[in-house]
C-alpha cells in the first residue's frame, strides 16, 4: 500500500526528493544546470506544439516529468514504484510460470497434447454466468450450439479465403454473413441505396480499423486531405485510439453530454477541413448508451465527410428489441450521413470469437480498404483486410451461428436479455447507495456511488467470483448481460447489495483488492505515468 499512496502524491515526494538530491550533490548540479538548461530550452519548443494536443495542464505538467525524469536517479525511482505496481496488477504471478514450456518437446506428445489441454481449462475461474460480457451463450441450449459451431469451424480449420480459386464454399460463406448482417441493419431498405457491402473481419477493433483506414483514404480521394483528423466522443471505443495511431490520424476526443450521450454540437464545433471522420455508438461500451446517430448523420452530410456507427454490442440486438417493441431510435443505414458500420457477430451473434463485420454504404469507399500490389515477385496480390491468410473455419462458424439460430432465436435472445436487464436496473434503483449512468438503452447497465467507493465495492464482488468492468470519468463498473446471466440477475443483485453493506459498514481497501491502484490512477495527473504504466504491465504479463 506504500507504493500506492507514493504514487498517488509522488509529484510531492519528487519535489522533497529533488531538494534532498541538490544539497548532497551541488557541485554536480552546477555542472549539469546549463545542459539542462539547454533541454529545458528545447522542451519548452516542443511544449507549443504538444499544448494544441493536450491542454495546457497535461502540457505542462509532461514537461515538468520529462525535464525531472532527466535529474540522476529520479528514473530508478519511477521505475521503482511503478514495477510496484505492476506487481500488484499481475493477476498470475509470475513464479506460477515454473514448468512452462519454452521449447519444443523433444518426441511430440500426439494424442496426449488433449489431456494436457484439459487439465489446463480446468485451471481457468469459475466464468459461468460471473463474467461482464464475455460468452454470450448459455443454458440449456449452449451445449448444442458449441458442438454445432465447433464441428463447423473444425470442418474448415484448414481453408483460407485468401485462395479464393480453391475455397470457394468460405468465400460463399463470408458473403452470406455479411449480406446476412446487413440486411438487418438496413440494406434491404429503398433509402440506402442498395450498394451496401462489406467483409468479415477478426473482431470489433479490426473491423473498426479497417472503416477508419477506408474513410481517410476516401477522403483523401475525394477531398485530397492528406493531414487527416477525426473526431470521437470519449465514450467511444479505444479501437479509434488504435487506428489513429497505426494510421497517422489527428484524433480528438470530445465530451459527452449529461445524458453521456454524444454531443453532437460540441462535435461539430471540432470539425474543420482536415476531418475526415466522426464516430457514433449505438450503443458505446461504458455505459450501454445509444449515440444521436441522426443528429451526428446531418452533421456528416452537411461537411460531407465520413460518420461510422459502432454497432459492435448494438448490432445483434437493437433491431431485434426494436422488432418486440422497444424504443429504440434510428441507429443504422437508414439514417442518412451513416457511412460505415462495424457488428461484432462473435458478441450477441453467438459466433465463435475471431468474427465481426465491417460495412460500407457503397463499393467507392469499401474499395479504399482494400491493398494491391503490383510490383511483388510473389506475384500480383490484392488482400481486402489486414491479415493475409484469413480463417475460413471462423467464417463457417459465425455462418453456422446465424443459420443456426436464425431470425426468432435471436428474437427470443434479445427478448430474454432486454427483460434481464430491467431486472437488473430496477434492483439497482433499490440499493440507495448506488445510481445507474445515464439511461441504459440496451444490456449493459454501468452504476456508481456518491457516497461509497464503488472500486471497493467492485473488490468485494470480485471476491465472490464476478469479474465486471471498472470505469473512469465517472468512476463507476458495468455489467454487459448475456444470456449467461438471465438465471442469476436476482444472485446478482444479492451479492451487490452484500458487498455495499460491508462497504458501508468498513469502508477502506481490501486486502488484494484494486480499488487504491484504480483510485490512484484516476486522481494522476500525469496520463504519461499510467500510459507507461499500462505497457509495462503488458509487457510483463505475456
Ligand atoms: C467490443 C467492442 C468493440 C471492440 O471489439 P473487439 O471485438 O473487442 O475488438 C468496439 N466497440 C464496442 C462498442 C464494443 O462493445
Given at each position: 500500500?506504500?507504493?500506492?499512496?507514493?504514487?498517488c502524491?509522488?509529484?510531492?515526494?519528487?519535489?522533497g526528493?529533488?531538494n534532498?538530491?541538490l544539497?548532497?550533490?551541488?557541485?554536480?548540479?552546477?555542472?549539469?544546470f546549463?545542459?539542462?538548461?539547454?533541454?529545458l530550452?528545447?522542451?519548452l519548443?516542443s511544449?507549443?506544439?504538444?499544448i494544441?494536443d493536450?491542454?495546457?495542464?497535461?502540457?505542462?505538467l509532461?514537461?515538468?516529468?520529462?525535464?525531472?525524469?532527466?535529474v540522476?536517479?529520479?528514473q530508478?525511482?519511477?521505475?521503482g514504484?511503478?514495477q510496484?505496481?505492476?506487481?500488484k496488477?499481475?493477476?498470475?504471478d509470475?513464479?506460477?510460470?515454473?514448468?512452462?514450456?519454452?521449447?519444443l518437446?523433444?518426441?511430440?506428445?500426439?494424442?496426449?497434447?488433449?489431456?494436457r489441454?484439459?487439465d489446463e481449462?480446468?485451471?481457468d475461474?469459475?466464468?459461468?454466468?460471473k463474467?461482464?460480457g464475455?460468452v454470450?451463450?448459455a443454458?440449456?441450449?449452449?451445449?448444442?450450439?458449441?458442438?454445432?459451431?465447433?464441428?463447423?469451424?473444425?470442418?474448415?480449420?484448414h481453408t483460407n479465403p485468401?485462395?479464393?480459386?480453391?475455397?470457394?464454399?468460405?468465400?460463399?460463406c463470408e458473403?452470406e454473413?455479411?449480406?446476412m448482417?446487413?440486411?438487418l441493419?438496413?440494406?434491404?431498405?429503398?433509402?440506402?441505396?442498395?450498394q451496401?457491402c462489406g467483409?468479415?473481419t477478426?473482431?470489433g477493433?479490426?473491423?473498426?480499423?479497417?472503416?477508419?483506414?477506408?474513410s481517410r483514404d476516401?477522403?483523401?480521394?475525394?477531398?485530397?486531405?492528406?493531414?487527416?483528423?477525426m473526431?470521437?466522443?470519449?465514450?467511444?471505443h479505444?479501437?479509434y485510439?488504435?487506428?489513429a495511431?497505426?494510421?497517422?490520424?489527428k484524433?480528438w476526443r470530445?465530451p459527452?453530454?449529461?445524458?453521456f450521450?454524444?454531443?453532437?454540437?460540441?462535435?461539430?464545433?471540432?470539425?474543420n477541413?482536415?476531418t475526415i471522420?466522426?464516430?457514433g455508438?449505438?450503443?458505446?461500451f461504458?455505459h450501454?448508451?445509444?449515440d444521436?446517430?441522426?443528429e451526428?448523420?446531418e452533421l456528416?452530410f452537411?461537411?460531407?465527410?465520413c460518420l461510422?456507427?459502432?454497432?459492435?454490442?448494438?448490432g445483434?440486438v437493437l433491431?431485434?428489441?426494436?422488432?418486440?417493441?422497444?424504443?429504440?431510435p434510428?441507429?443504422?443505414?437508414?439514417?442518412?450521413g451513416?457511412t460505415?458500420?462495424?457488428?461484432d457477430v462473435?458478441k450477441?451473434?453467438?459466433?465463435?470469437?475471431?468474427t465481426s463485420v465491417?460495412?460500407?454504404?457503397n463499393?467507392e469507399?469499401?474499395?479504399?480498404?482494400?491493398?494491391?500490389?503490383t510490383?511483388?515477385?510473389?506475384?500480383?496480390y490484392?488482400?481486402?483486410?489486414?491479415?493475409?491468410?484469413?480463417?475460413?473455419?471462423?467464417?463457417a462458424?459465425a455462418?453456422?451461428?446465424?443459420?443456426?439460430?436464425?431470425m426468432?432465436?435471436?428474437?427470443?435472445?434479445?427478448?430474454?436479455?432486454?427483460e434481464?436487464?430491467k431486472?437488473?436496473?430496477k434492483g439497482l434503483?433499490?440499493?440507495?447507495e448506488?445510481?445507474i449512468?445515464?439511461r441504459p438503452?440496451?444490456?449493459?447497465?454501468a452504476f456508481g456511488?456518491h457516497?461509497?467507493d464503488i472500486?471497493?465495492?467492485?473488490?468485494?464482488?470480485s471476491?465472490?467470483?464476478?469479474?465486471?468492468?471498472?470505469?473512469q470519468?465517472?468512476?463507476s463498473i458495468?455489467?454487459?448481460i448475456t444470456?449467461?446471466?438471465?438465471?442469476?440477475?436476482?444472485g446478482?443483485?444479492?451479492?451487490?447489495r452484500?458487498?455495499?453493506?460491508?462497504?458501508?459498514?468498513?469502508?477502506?481497501?481490501?486486502s488484494g483488492?484494486l480499488a487504491p491502484?484504480?483510485?490512484?490512477a484516476?486522481?494522476?495527473?500525469?496520463?504519461g505515468?499510467?500510459?507507461?504504466?499500462l505497457?509495462?504491465?503488458?509487457?510483463?504479463s505475456?
Amino acid at each position: 500500500m506504500e507504493s500506492l499512496s507514493g504514487l498517488c502524491s509522488y509529484v510531492d515526494e519528487f519535489r522533497g526528493f529533488a531538494n534532498q538530491y541538490l544539497s548532497n550533490y551541488e557541485p554536480v548540479v552546477l555542472v549539469m544546470f546549463p545542459i539542462l538548461s539547454i533541454v529545458l530550452a528545447s522542451f519548452l519548443q516542443s511544449l507549443i506544439g504538444v499544448i494544441s494536443d493536450k491542454g495546457l495542464k497535461a502540457a505542462l505538467l509532461g514537461v515538468f516529468m520529462s525535464f525531472f525524469k532527466l535529474v540522476p536517479g529520479v528514473q530508478k525511482y519511477i521505475d521503482g514504484e511503478k514495477q510496484k505496481v505492476v506487481n500488484k496488477l499481475q493477476s498470475s504471478d509470475k513464479s506460477k510460470r515454473d514448468g512452462w514450456a519454452s521449447e519444443l518437446p523433444k518426441s511430440g506428445l500426439g494424442f496426449g497434447v488433449l489431456d494436457r489441454l484439459k487439465d489446463e481449462k480446468a485451471n481457468d475461474v469459475a466464468w459461468q454466468g460471473k463474467c461482464s460480457g464475455t460468452v454470450y451463450i448459455a443454458g440449456s441450449e449452449s451445449e448444442g450450439h458449441f458442438s454445432l459451431i465447433n464441428e463447423a469451424c473444425a470442418m474448415f480449420a484448414h481453408t483460407n479465403p485468401l485462395h479464393l480459386d480453391v475455397f470457394q464454399s468460405v468465400v460463399r460463406c463470408e458473403a452470406e454473413v455479411v449480406a446476412m448482417t446487413a440486411a438487418l441493419l438496413g440494406s434491404k431498405e429503398k433509402c440506402s441505396g442498395g450498394q451496401i457491402c462489406g467483409n468479415m473481419t477478426s473482431g470489433g477493433t479490426e473491423s473498426i480499423l479497417m472503416a477508419v483506414k477506408s474513410s481517410r483514404d476516401y477522403m483523401k480521394a475525394r477531398k485530397g486531405i492528406t493531414k487527416p483528423e477525426m473526431i470521437i466522443p470519449v465514450s467511444a471505443h479505444s479501437a479509434y485510439d488504435k487506428a489513429a495511431q497505426y494510421f497517422n490520424i489527428k484524433l480528438w476526443r470530445v465530451p459527452v453530454n449529461k445524458e453521456f450521450q454524444a454531443d453532437s454540437r460540441a462535435i461539430g464545433q471540432f470539425i474543420n477541413k482536415n476531418t475526415i471522420l466522426i464516430v457514433g455508438s449505438a450503443p458505446g461500451f461504458p455505459h450501454g448508451i445509444i449515440d444521436p446517430i441522426e443528429e451526428l448523420g446531418e452533421l456528416a452530410f452537411k461537411f460531407g465527410i465520413c460518420l461510422h456507427v459502432d454497432l459492435c454490442l448494438g448490432g445483434f440486438v437493437l433491431p431485434f428489441a426494436r422488432k418486440l417493441g422497444y424504443p429504440i431510435p434510428p441507429f443504422d443505414f437508414s439514417v442518412k450521413g451513416v457511412t460505415s458500420i462495424s457488428v461484432d457477430v462473435h458478441k450477441y451473434g453467438l459466433a465463435p470469437k475471431g468474427t465481426s463485420v465491417v460495412l460500407y454504404r457503397n463499393h467507392e469507399i469499401r474499395k479504399c480498404q482494400f491493398v494491391a500490389v503490383t510490383e511483388w515477385t510473389g506475384g500480383l496480390y490484392v488482400s481486402p483486410t489486414m491479415a493475409g491468410s484469413r480463417p475460413g473455419g471462423l467464417i463457417a462458424g459465425a455462418w453456422a451461428s446465424l443459420m443456426s439460430v436464425g431470425m426468432e432465436g435471436y428474437l427470443e435472445h434479445t427478448r430474454e436479455i432486454m427483460e434481464a436487464s430491467k431486472r437488473l436496473q430496477k434492483g439497482l434503483k433499490e440499493i440507495s447507495e448506488l445510481y445507474i449512468v445515464g439511461r441504459p438503452d440496451m444490456t449493459v447497465v454501468a452504476f456508481g456511488s456518491h457516497n461509497l467507493d464503488i472500486f471497493e465495492i467492485n473488490d468485494i464482488m470480485s471476491s465472490k467470483g464476478w469479474h465486471l468492468n471498472a470505469l473512469q470519468r465517472p468512476n463507476s463498473i458495468h455489467i454487459c448481460i448475456t444470456l449467461q446471466h438471465v438465471e442469476v440477475i436476482d444472485g446478482f443483485l444479492k451479492d451487490l447489495r452484500d458487498s455495499v453493506q460491508t462497504v458501508k459498514e468498513n469502508p477502506g481497501p481490501v486486502s488484494g483488492g484494486l480499488a487504491p491502484i484504480y483510485g490512484a490512477a484516476g486522481k494522476m495527473p500525469d496520463r504519461g505515468m499510467v500510459g507507461d504504466l499500462l505497457v509495462d504491465f503488458m509487457d510483463s504479463s505475456c
